[in-house]
């Protein structure tokens, strides 16, 4: 059996796990990547409006940056990783500059910048409305000239530990179904976010929370799984993103009534407010019956053919090609939808979760920089910085260690399981029928607006799906590419994280950025200004709470 062994593996090849592999290749490491899809069909290759910086070169200030992020944050996000992504942005912005990210320029040939929600100044950097496909292109084109190994549609199953430390990975090769350990000194998770555990959700297929899972069963903690984001414009029927770039070149909210009922919860910042906000006010519209047919509309009109055509030009294919709508002619329905997680696994600014060897960065990570509400187009700007550091730390852990003995054993239990799955009879239940009703739970109750009975009662589900799941059988009993089995161990993964996701939400007994309770309707910060963070143990999930750090921003009441 072959043996695979690097210094450092990097779980992911989206942009966080791009940067990472770069970052290791760099300081000498023997890296590899390993990626359950071709590395541009990562879920960051949809990324549409763009990334944050403040360039001092323009006259911009990290500061302003920082302070609007952590108001965005609802003051959850821990201000000394907020300083820390804030200060190395400009840089990061211009490293891809030089690497051939094709950015939009102004009328003077500059770097091109748009406004995006909660900040007072254009500071989002962008490629059309493509900029994740852009940049993903560009660095995979640098990893494949520093050839580094590529496990490609190889699907990590578990994390191997040894003497408390992460090991390397348990793999399931897809193409030939057969199970690999890769051994390596430190292990970067750069999985991405959890979008498919609900449903609709904007996010790709292949957004199943695996990394989340990975390590939250080997003991690591996970941070803030509560604080789901709902964007406010996904578009009607199938919650398709339509890029918070159309309100950032002016693209208005309207209710039934015609009215821009922004001004009642936002009067400066209007369409421009915090996404938490915009959902919420949104929601608010369509609850007292304001809504067209349960959406309100995003009217482009006024932004002119041209404009859209250049600059959002992928949205208004979008809206065509699913409602037949031409934007410059027509509003489009839009609604709050399923759009990212800005919980994750517990680290430092170094990426190190609390376990030897184990790193995290990008959306599966829980730094914290998002805190109860990301701002648009931080996350791309997360993935980058956070990634390049995990990837350095990595790299220096695992030059401090000698080679260590894991046995082959490790592959049995994970063997054990796909066996139990394929060899089981099919009868009634499905992996499909068990993930839509996981996906429609978490949509109805951890949604925009939550409650203690909705809470309970997703949480009751989940644990009924949980009891199900060992219980499936896979239809498809071959070896090659069984994208039926993979879907069903990507399932697994999901009821978990669905579960740490309602046993947060419970704990949190205020209202907070994303996390609004209309029992709890109020931000309590003499009770609540902590993170949840939530831990496996044998007996179920176990509950603890760490502090915020604060290192200049005094929480304020939010207005915008
Ligand atoms: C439609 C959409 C638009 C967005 N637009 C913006 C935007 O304009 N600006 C912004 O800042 N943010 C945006 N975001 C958010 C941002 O794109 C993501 O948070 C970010 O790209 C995540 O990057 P990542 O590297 O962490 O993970 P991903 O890009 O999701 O990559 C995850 C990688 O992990 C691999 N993987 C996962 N599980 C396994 C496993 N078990 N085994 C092996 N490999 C595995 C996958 O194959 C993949 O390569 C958008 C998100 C969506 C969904």
Redo the contacts with the bound molecule.
Sequence with gaps: MAVYEHDVLV?????????ATLAAHQKGANVAM????H?V????????????AALTSRGDSWEDHAQATVKGSDYLGDQDAIEVMCQEAGDAIIELEHMGVIFNRDETGHLGTRRFGGQEVAR?F?VA?I??AAI?QVLYEQVLKAQVRV?EE????SLVMADGECRG?V?LELMTGQLHLIKAKAVVL????T?RIYEP????L??????LA?AYRVGAPLLDMEMVQY?PTTLKGNG??I???ARGEGAYLLNAKGERFMEKYAPKLMELASRDVVSRAEQTEINEGRGVDGCVLLDLRHLGKEVIETKLGYINEVAMDFLGINLAEEPIPVRPGH??QMGGIKTNVLGATSIPGLYA?????GVSVHGAN?L????????LIF?RRSGEAATAHAKEQSPKEVPESVLEADGALIRSFLERKPKGDSWARVRLEMGETMNQYMAVFRNEEGMKAALNKVCELKERYPRLAVQDKGQVFNTNLLFT??LG?MLDIAETICVSGLARKESRGAHYRGDIPRRDDVNWLKHTVVSWTPEGTQMDFAPVTITRWQPQERRY
């Design positions: 779980v992911g090849a989206g942009l966080a796990g791009m940067r390993i990626t359950k899809v590395p069909r990562s879920h960051s290759n949809a990324a549409q409006g763009g990334i944050n989002t962008f409305d900029t994740g993903l496990y190889w699907f990590v199953t990975v793999a750069c999985t991405g976010g979008g959700t904007t996010n790709g292949v957004v199943t929370g695996d990394g990975l964007h398709v993103l890029t918070e770039a759009h990212y960065a990008g959306e599966c990570a990301r648009g187009a931080n996350s791309l700007l997360d993935t990634g161990l990507e993964f």
